[in-house]
């Protein structure tokens, strides 16, 4: 079992695949100097493995150390997300 987490920025998102199978996924729209995620899924039968997390984990590593965009939290998850991480706080817009 190969796990993989990817960045496809012709995509416009993050993804976590196993095997080549797209597991979870976080979609995002890049507007000046923020992004927005506005969209995240996992494969309802692994629901609840932590899957977006990791997804969500990265990918805010990467907008972190790739760019000097700030985050604009649409989806739930994301906003979920930074509530549990306030230490991430400071990719938020204000």
Request: aromatic share 10%.
């Amino acid at each position: 079992m190969t796990k993989v987490i990817t960045h496809e920025p012709d995509a416009s998102r993050y993804t976590l695949t196993v095997d080549g199978q797209v597991l979870a996924l976080a979609d995002y729209r890049i507007n000046g100097n923020s992004i927005s995620f506005n969209h995240t899924y996992t494969q309802p039968h692994l629901r609840g493995k932590g899957y977006a997390a990791q997804v969500v984990d990265f990918a805010m590593d990467d907008v972190e150390t790739t760019s000097t965009r700030r985050v604009v939290p649409m989806c739930w998850y994301v906003s979920d997300w930074f509530d549990a991480h306030p230490e991430r706080a400071g990719l938020l817009t204000r």
